[in-house]
């Protein structure tokens, strides 16, 4: 193993942590943080929207509509600042293959219509997204990312790295002191 | 890396679940406060709103559109005058699930309009829950003044035995 190729190298410093793992971290944390924000200003359309999936009982839709946006929110904001990491990403891989799933029930009956992934238009912008193949393998890549974020042991440019630094640093203060 | 995912660590459990709690717990106060949220009603209540009383002009829109006219009374106060058309299904007879009645009406496309004897007399609001009962989940009317206050206005008023039931 002495001479690893370059791109083994910088699959095995990924996997571990650097700074393309930190820039999927963001992005996605950020990207739920948005949604989870703009999902959150209006819980009855987003009943709607899970309504349109056809998936869930009339009576459980409140329950998953007030649920989703503010776990959404949640997650994204732990993985934006990067304190309980691996929980959130956990948390998000579970969320990512429920919408896989329903998407892929949807899209095997044949349906088309706004997925109401990034419900933008509550912001006034026009964004249309159909159901389709094209979204679950989108949603595929975001799961591949999460599994990324999950795997990895170490976070740079985090608030769980911060930590570990100070602690590390009083651990030395205290030994020699 | 050889560390990393062996088995799952109670401590992730535990902070998975805390943040599940806490987006429950923001979702229930968002919607508590959100002017489009949803807010937990009982079903009572749901049910309640299902039951909507209707003036004696609108109940008289609703006969001449074909709705079934149901008289909760007793059969005697039915053969002596009732809303043309109507059936009679004796309140206490359905709340107490006797057999006999003919629950058929149930079932056709038509709008059910209750009534008795006033405002007061609280067998249709009892036949209207009996009904309820039985699993039907569309508006029931109740008719606000009963018979009285249908003939009071001057509309039709059917009397005498009915040869067919």
Redesign the interface.
């Known amino acids: 193993m002495g001479n690893e190729s370059g791109i083994r190298k910088a699959i ?1 410093s990924t ?2 942590g650097n700074r393309f793992t930190v820039l999927i971290r963001v992005a996605l944390g950020a990207m739920l943080a948005f949604t989870g924000a703009v999902k ?1 200003t ?4 987003f ?1 709607l929207v899970v309504a349109r999936y056809g998936i869930l009982p009339a009576e459980l839709v ?1 329950y998953a ?3 989703i ?3 959404e ?3 994204g904001l ?1 993985l934006l600042i990067g304190i ?1 990491v ?3 990403a ?2 998000a891989l579970l969320l990512m293959t429920a919408f896989i799933v329903f998407l892929s029930v949807n899209v095997f009956r044949g349906r088309s219509f706004d997925c109401g992934c990034f419900p933008v238009h509550l912001l006034g912008i026009g964004l249309a997204e159909k159901v389709g193949p094209w979204l679950i393998l989108r949603n595929c890549v975001f799961l591949a990312c999460f599994a990324l974020v ?2 990895a ?1 170490r976070h740079l440019f985090s608030l769980e790295n911060f930590i570990e630094k100070v602690r590390l640093n009083n651990l030395e203060k205290t030994k020699y002191e | 890396m050889a560390t990393s995912t062996k088995r799952v660590p109670r401590r992730l459990v535990r902070d998975m679940f805390v943040i599940l709690v806490a987006a429950g717990a923001a979702g229930i106060a968002v919607n508590l406060f959100h002017p489009r949220g949803y807010v937990p009603v009982s079903r009572t209540d749901l049910e309640a709103r299902k039951t909507v009383s209707l003036s004696v002009a609108e109940a008289r829109i609703k006969h001449d559109a074909g709705a079934v006219f149901v008289d909760a009374r007793e059969k005697a106060e039915f053969e002596q005058a009732r809303v043309p058309g109507a059936i009679n299904v004796p309140a206490l007879d359905a709340a107490a699930n006797r057999p006999g009645i003919d629950f058929s009406f149930l079932g056709r496309p038509a709008e059910i309009v209750v009534y008795c004897d006033g405002p007061s007399c609280g067998a249709a609001a009892m036949l209207a829950e009996a009904i309820r009962k039985r699993g039907y989940g569309r508006i029931l009317y109740i008719l606000e003044n009963g018979l009285p206050g249908w003939e009071a206005a001057g509309h039709p008023v059917e009397r005498g035995v009915r040869d067919g039931k």
């Open positions: 095995n996997l571990y959150l209006d819980p009855a359309s009943g409140p509509a007030s649920f946006p503010p776990l929110l949640i997650l732990l309980r691996r929980a959130a956990a948390l999950y795997r042991d």
